[in-house]
């Protein structure tokens, strides 16, 4: 299967500093990405849909001026936490569909973020 | 898309085949039945998809009902690395990027023991 790659895999920044976390398609082109977020011993929650070229569109209750989303090629988004605190401490997964690919979303190995 | 429900955990004994229930009384006729999992601290894996016929792949098979209100995936010989959470979702395939989203919902924790 398609190849969707995350950097870091695992970050730790003191309090007030950002973090990029990028995502990138290996082996194809994905006109769209999206972001999670999975706190422990919960489920995955969509926190923004990335499309190359255009603005992000973020899920209510994400704050789209913290979580900062740039999709600027057709291989790579990066999601950028900026002013992080502890609770921005979690476990962030991207996905990506191929285009022209009507199937299944590709997913990231995500980046665990812890903050000091 | 519509809701699934699914039990919180399961388990089966290495060897066997394990069934993990779906239901998804609510799917709508152009929502397709997708199968991911999760394994502890990794991205969900993609397992299998199907719309309303039975489907096979070289990791699962999907079973669903006649009426599409529910299904069954199954892992026929399960293994110790088969242990994860499992995720079942219904969506509209492809198409609109608003149709490519990905709900999550709680999942089915296998365990596979030996």
């Known amino acids: 299967g398609a190849v969707v790659s995350q950097h870091p895999s695992r970050v730790i920044c003191k309090s007030g500093t950002s973090v990029k976390i990028e995502c990138r398609s290996l082996d194809f082109q994905a006109t769209t990405m999206f972001w999670y977020r999975q706190f422990p011993k919960q489920s995955l929650m969509l926190m923004a849909t990335?499309?190359?070229?255009?603005?992000?569109?973020?899920e209510q209750g994400v704050e789209k001026d913290k979580f900062l989303i740039n999709h600027a090629s057709l291989t790579l988004s990066t999601l950028t936490v900026t002013s992080a605190h502890p609770e921005d401490s979690s476990f962030y997964i991207c996905?990506?569909?191929?285009?022209?690919?009507?199937?299944?979303?590709?997913f990231g190995e995500g980046s665990r973020l812890t903050v000091l | 898309d519509a809701k699934t429900t699914q039990p919180p955990s399961m388990d089966c004994a290495e060897g066997r085949a394990a069934n993990l229930p779906c239901n998804h009384s609510?799917?709508?006729?152009?929502?397709?039945v997708y199968w991911y999992r999760q394994i502890h601290s990794q991205g969900p894996q993609y397992i299998i998809h199907?719309?309303?016929n039975n489907e096979t792949n070289e990791m699962a098979s999907l079973i669903i009902t006649e009426d599409r209100k529910s299904s069954t995936l199954i892992l026929p010989h399960a293994t110790l690395r088969d242990t994860a959470v499992y995720y079942c979702?219904?969506?509209?395939?492809?198409?609109?990027?608003?149709?490519?989203?990905?709900?999550f919902g709680e999942g089915t924790q296998l365990t596979v023991n030996p």
């Open positions: 990335s499309n190359e070229g255009s603005k992000a569109t973020y």
């Open positions: 199907g719309l309303k």
């Open positions: 979702i219904v969506r509209v395939a492809g198409g609109e990027t608003s149709g490519s989203r990905l709900t």
């Open positions: 996905s990506a569909r191929e285009v022209g690919n009507t199937g299944e979303l590709f």
């Open positions: 609510t799917i709508s006729g152009n929502e397709y």
